[in-house]
């Protein structure tokens, strides 16, 4: 089992930016790729940005290309998702997502364990 918590949604104003954290816990964070969606209202869950075990393979949406940024901290069991240039369009309830797997996926069943998320609120 990996139990994830998600941190650093707020409210901001269009242009700026936000740090999301999200802290893994219950076995080797090491092993797993990690994931951010997110989920704004009346809509499916997206997929926003994945990275593998390593760091070293990452992707992203063609909506956030540019602006936002994944990374990994293996020793901290800390994955962030730091968001520039922020759009209204990007409010939603960003999730955190792990796999079991090294490898990353860019589908939301391909996660495993989930966080209970965050709100961004992008005001224009």
């Known amino acids: 089992q990996v139990q994830l918590v998600e941190s650093g949604g707020g409210l901001v104003q269009a242009g700026g930016s936000l740090r999301l954290s999200c802290v893994a816990s219950?076995?080797?964070?090491?092993?797993?790729?990690m994931g951010w969606f997110r989920q704004a209202p009346g809509k499916e869950r997206e997929f926003v940005a994945a990275?593998?075990?390593?760091?070293?393979?990452?992707s992203y949406a063609d909506s956030v290309k540019g602006r936002f940024a994944i990374s990994r901290d293996n020793a901290k069991n800390t994955v962030y998702l730091e968001m520039n240039s922020l759009k209204a369009e990007d409010t939603a309830v960003y999730y955190c997502?792990?796999?079991?797997?090294?490898?990353?996926?860019?589908?939301?069943?391909?996660?495993?364990?989930w966080g209970q998320g965050t709100q961004v609120t992008v005001s224009s």
């Open positions: 997502a792990a796999r079991q797997f090294i490898n990353t996926a860019t589908v939301r069943n391909g996660y495993d364990y």
């Open positions: 219950g076995r080797s964070f090491g092993n797993n790729a």
């Open positions: 990275i593998n075990w390593s760091g070293h393979t990452i």
